[in-house]
T-cell receptor
Framework: QKEVEQNSGPLSVPEGAIASLNCTYSDRGSQSFFWYRQYSGKSPELIMFIYSNGDKEDGRFTAQLNKASQYVSLLIRDSQPSDSATYLCAVNPTGTASKLTFGTGTRLQVTL | DVKVTQSSRYLVKRTGEKVFLECVQDMDHENMFWYRQDPGLGLRLIYFSYDVKMKEKGDIPEGYSVSREKKERFSLILESASTNQTSMYLC???????????FGPGTRLTVL
């Protein structure tokens, strides 16, 4: 079982719709969770982090964390073509200080 | 803003050459990381460092070494480059508060 799992996609959503990206993790003791956006040929860019169960909103982005289900998601409201990218979920596993384990990413396509 | 820079965006080397990849961060971060990213395999940790002159192996250290002589600089060394080391190499840094890792622009290395 992979430590951090994401559907590779592509996830295709029309412009203006809500995109929902999902991630599951295996280490129940994980405390910190991150979402990165990576455009083709570019490096990952941190867009959200969440530590507590529930929702965290930042502009059009909402991160949701459910530690009991070992599930973290990213919602993008009013999706724009510029949101088309690969989204990486990253988890800080138990006892690993600042190390992160990354999923392989979900490719999002926002269509006109 | 955190700034992480890498010495080259693109690099072409021959098999057997010694290759140096340099990374510099300007946010006084204690932690620095080297990853490689390959299609379908995601981000894989090569080496990381929590302090000057300190290094720890990541998941795929074979064929690589690192050097951290100053806090802001973390170098990745390929002692004898091989074709299977052709990849995108990404450097990242973070603080002990673990508010995510910040990535440099990446170096796309081709070994012929």
């Amino acid at each position: 079982q992979k430590e951090v799992e994401q559907n590779s996609g592509p996830l295709s959503v029309p412009e203006g719709a809500i995109a929902s990206l999902n991630c599951t993790y295996s280490d129940r003791g994980s405390q910190s969770f991150f979402w990165y956006r990576q455009y083709s040929g570019k490096s990952p860019e941190l867009i959200m982090f969440i530590y507590s169960n529930g929702d965290k909103e930042d502009g059009r982005f909402t991160a949701q964390l459910n530690k009991a289900s070992q599930y973290v998601s990213l919602l993008i409201r009013d999706s724009q073509p510029s949101d088309s990218a690969t989204y990486l979920c990253a988890v800080n596993p138990t006892g690993t200080a600042s190390k992160l384990t990354f999923g392989t990413g979900t490719r999002l396509q926002v269509t006109l | 803003d955190v700034k992480v820079t890498q010495s080259s965006r693109y690099l072409v080397k021959r098999t057997g050459e010694k290759v140096f990849l340099e990374c510099v961060q300007d946010m006084d971060h204690e932690n620095m990381f080297w990853y490689r990213q390959d299609p379908g395999l995601g981000l894989r940790l090569i080496y990381f460092s929590y302090d000057v002159k300190m290094k720890e192996k990541g998941d795929i250290p074979e064929g690589y070494s690192v050097s951290r002589e100053k806090k802001e600089r973390f170098s990745l060394i390929l002692e004898s480059a091989s074709t299977n080391q052709t990849s995108m190499y990404l450097c990242a840094s973070s603080s002990p508060n673990s508010l995510g890792q910040f990535f440099g622009p990446g170096t796309r290395l081709t070994v012929l």
